[in-house]
Structure formats: C-alpha cells, structure tokens
C-alpha cells in the first residue's frame, strides 16, 4: 500500500525492514498464534513479498496471509500481541495494517488458499507485475492477484472471464518472458524494467503517459 495508510508512518532502511519482518512473523505465528493448527504443517499461511535487492528504503511491509487458515479471532490476537491502539489499525475486506512499534507500517493482504501463490507472485518484485499486465493486457489477458484471465465477449458484451492459469510460470513461458530470471529476482527496478522488454509482444507505446487512462495515469504518478 505505499506506506501511506498512517501519518506518522516511519520509512525503514534494509536493516530496519529485515528485522522488523522477521519479528512480524515470529510474533504472528507463535505470540498471537492467528493460524488454525493443521496436522500436515505444508498448508501455506504467511508470505513476505520479494522485494528488488538493492532498494534503499522501505515505505512498509508485506505480507501475503492465507485467509482460510487464519483464526476466528485473529485480528483480537494481532491487537493484543502488538499492542495495537485504535490509531495504529486500518482494515477493510481482504487487507489489514496496522503501525509496528507505533511507526512502522505493516500490510497484511489475504486471499484464499487456492490464490496463495499466485497473490504472492504477483505483489513481489515492486510494480512489476504492473507492468507485466500492461503488456498481457494487448493480447486480450488480464494478469492480477488471482491469475490469468480471458474475458469472453459476444460481440460488445462481455458475457464472463475464463482463468487461463495461475502458475507464472506458464505465463512467462507463453510470454516468452525468461521465468529462470523472474524466479532469481531484480537487483533493481531498471533491472525488472529492461525484463518487461524481453519479449516479442513488448510495445514501448503501451508505456507512454499520454496513451493510457486518467485512473492509470494518477496510478503511474503515485509509483514514481
């Protein structure tokens, strides 16, 4: 989310922010304990989105939950392990932030389990599954949280979405993208920028400021 939920919100440098995210998901599976128990112990529950390696400062920090494993009353446990004043908490359907250490904001996004994965690919790496969904987009697939989806149309109308997979994967390969690269990560965003290029269905007019929507335009600007 930015960093942007809270006023007082504090940035981290990459000691600060690999401290503090350890702790969170220390203290989130075995102070407040917000996970149901499950017998096989391979049900993924809490993911920390990759960043690219050589960011200097960090706005917050994210997680991916699994919201099927989680605790009738995991929020009252959050609360209670961190803490956590009225202030401190902001929540909606599917995400929950709140301030660690009265400074640092924290992201929690949930998605269920079947999306786990997928939701966890697609917000590491900073924005560039944004990207990568401007260039899906031309083709006629939508890439987000949830997968690859096909609109299907009857003329004008669109009559649903069909999902094309949710492994990335297989969309790297269909994309000619080189997934070996995407799996070992950027060192910068220029770095994941130059990424996006790589493929045959790369159009550099698909990036130009003034050929995309105004929703998408203000998106741009606030990610600069």
Known sequence: MGGNVFKNTVRM???????????????????????LRDEDKLTPKI??????????????VDFILNANSL??????????A????????????????????????????????DEFYTAYDYFSWNDLS????????KLGLKFG???VTLKVRNKD??????????????????????????????ETMEEAYQWVTETPFFNKKLFALENRNHTARDRDWETV
């Open 13 to 35: 440098t990459p000691e600060e922010y690999n401290t503090a995210s350890g702790n969170i998901i220390f203290s989130t599976k075995y102070d407040a304990q917000i996970f």
């Open 71 to 80: 605790h009738p009353e995991w929020k009252k446990k959050i609360i209670s």
């Open 157 to 186: 109308h669109e009559l649903g979405q069909v999902l094309v997979t949710r492994s990335t994967k297989e969309l790297c390969e269909f994309m000619m993208w080189d997934y070996d690269k995407w799996a070992e990560g950027f």
């Open 82 to 113: 961190f803490n956590l004043t009225e202030d401190q908490i902001h929540s909606g359907s599917g995400f929950f932030s709140f301030l660690y250490q009265g400074k640092y904001q924290v992201d929690f996004m949930l998605f269920p389990e």
């Open 47 to 60: 993911a920390l989105t990759k960043p690219y390696r050589k960011k200097e400062s960090f706005g917050d």
């Open 145 to 147: 949280h949830d997968g």
């Open 130 to 137: 944004n990207l990568m969904g401007r260039v899906t987009r």
